[in-house]
């Protein structure tokens, strides 16, 4: 059945702080989205492409998008989890989600392309990672720390996450759910989450920084 990917774009991109919403902002001249979709289609992996967008920007990520018949636009929701759930609703035929953020606009086709081949091979639930490199600690309210995770048993979790459909389905079923990624609503109904080697590529452009770093890559300048 088809693959099919959903790229949240409808966030305001408030700590990026930039006047446009965060997913039209350029990276390299280019659209984040437009560049997140572009990958998608160079994966050669995914038959469908649902991108969810504020409802004021629908007329332009249509004209911004390639022209092709496999990508769709449909008007995102309030929260991200809200975002999602518009696309897998606008996807009924979907063998496959792939689920990706459009502010992961330079993550290689390749990384897409690893994702789909795990879930087609048969596992229900797909995510990049990578080590991190900072020591990540516990802290309660009042800043004192309660504990120290050993390192070397996390990983940063990146898009796109891979779910066989009726599991992204079933995850979202319930109203009112939250969670800040797809994989985090699996995992709550007790399936396993398979992890895979993630790329520094498919970091997401959250903040300042990060839109120079992403810049930075597409002048050629390096990383
Ligand atoms: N997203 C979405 N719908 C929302 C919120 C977020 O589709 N209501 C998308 C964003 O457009 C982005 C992805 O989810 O591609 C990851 O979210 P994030 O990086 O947090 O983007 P924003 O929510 O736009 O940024 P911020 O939280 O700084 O406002
Ligand atoms: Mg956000």
């Given at each position: 059945g088809p693959v099919v990917a959903l790229v949240p774009a409808a966030g305001r991109g408030v700590r990026l702080?930039?006047?446009?919403p965060k997913a039209f902002v350029p990276v390299g001249g280019t659209p984040m989205v437009r560049l997140a979709v572009e990958g998608l289609i160079a994966s050669g992996a995914v038959d469908r492409i649902i991108v969810m967008v504020p409802t004021e920007l629908v007329d332009s990520a249509v004209a911004l998008l390639p022209p092709t018949g496999s990508v769709q636009v449909v008007v995102g929701g309030a929260e991200r989890i809200d975002s999602v759930r518009a696309g897998i609703t606008a996807a009924p035929d979907a063998a496959y989600f792939l689920v990706h953020d459009a502010?992961?606009?330079?993550?290689?086709p390749e990384l897409i392309a690893r994702v789909t081949a795990e879930l087609r091979a048969g596992r229900p639930a797909v995510v990049p990672g990578l080590p991190v490199t900072d020591t990540i600690k516990s802290v309660d309210a009042a800043g004192a720390v309660t504990g120290t995770p050993e390192r070397a048993g996390l990983r940063a979790i990146q898009t796109p996450q891979g779910f066989a459909a009726d599991l992204l389905r079933s995850a979202y079923a319930t109203e009112g759910i939250q969670a800040t990624d797809d994989a985090g609503l699996v995992e709550r109904l007790g399936v396993g989450v398979h992890t895979i080697p993630g790329d520094?590529?498919?970091?997401?452009?959250?903040?300042p920084l990060d839109l120079r770093l992403a810049d930075a890559v597409l002048d050629g300048a390096g990383i």
């Open positions: 702080g930039e006047s446009t502010a992961r606009a330079l993550t290689p520094p590529l498919a970091f997401k452009i959250t903040t």
